[in-house]
């Protein structure tokens, strides 16, 4: 079966521009949950819809969004990107969402602010 | 929420084992301690959960005290593939995971 998939894998934008990521979570997988991992630091959440709905959300400014689709797959969208943005952004997928549940991380989306 | 403390970074040799132990003073009654390992530019990948007592699967064991103030993730005879960064958490039925800086684990031969 395939894991969780991100695209696109690197991405190059300039200060100001929006960004749209996307994942795909595992198969039967309702819950997808968004993580900003900043060079040198431990990932940070950021979003995590489970059957559609946001179900929580860190702290992170409104530029910041997200939405689940009806097969559960998942974009987040950044507008007005900032230098301070360019970091790992991971994409987890788990049956139910439940931090005690393991969670299945793809390989991320690095993205790079100029 | 309960907040973990563990090493910033431990050197190791190929064939030893390598036991990252981590502090978690005020864990709550239905919190679980889940380890993760990241390599550079991957996601997280879990190698371990338990809630008391001794945990052990193909890769890990983990070590849980009766007072669950701590545990100790251990590698048997770690290999230069394990260099990686070790995170330990406390879940509860929380939803997000609440990742700390990580033990970075650096596997020399």
């Known amino acids: 079966d395939a894991g969780v998939t991100q695209s696109p894998t690197h991405l190059i934008k300039t200060r100001g521009q929006h960004v749209t990521l996307r994942c795909s979570p595992i198969?039967?997988?309702?819950?997808v949950s968004w993580y900003q991992q900043v060079l040198g630091q431990g990932p940070q959440f950021i979003f995590q819809y489970y059957e559609k709905e946001e179900r929580g959300r860190g702290n992170f400014p409104d530029r910041f969004s997200a939405r689940q689709f009806p097969n559960y797959s998942s974009e987040l969208n950044v507008n007005a990107l900032l230098l301070g943005d360019s970091a790992l952004y991971l994409c987890?997928?788990?049956?139910?969402?439940?931090?005690?549940?393991?969670?299945?991380f793809g390989a991320g989306t690095r993205l790079s602010v100029l | 929420l309960a907040k973990t403390t563990q090493p910033i970074s431990m050197d190791s040799y190929e064939g030893q084992e390598v036991n990252i132990t981590c502090s978690h003073n005020n864990i709550a009654t239905n919190d679980y301690i889940t380890w993760y390992q990241q390599f550079p530019s991957q996601g997280p990948r879990f190698i371990i959960q338990g809630y008391k007592t001794k945990v052990t699967n193909e890769v890990a064991s983990l070590f849980i005290p009766a007072d669950r103030k701590s545990s100790t993730l251990s590698l048997p005879r770690v290999s230069l593939s394990d260099t990686a960064v070790y995170y330990c958490?406390?879940?509860?039925?929380?939803?997000?995971?609440?990742f700390g800086a990580g033990t970075t684990v650096t596997v020399r031969a």
């Open positions: 958490l406390v879940n509860t039925n929380d939803y997000k995971l609440s």
């Open positions: 987890a997928s788990s049956p139910q969402g439940l931090a005690k549940n393991i969670q299945y």
């Open positions: 198969s039967g997988h309702k819950s």
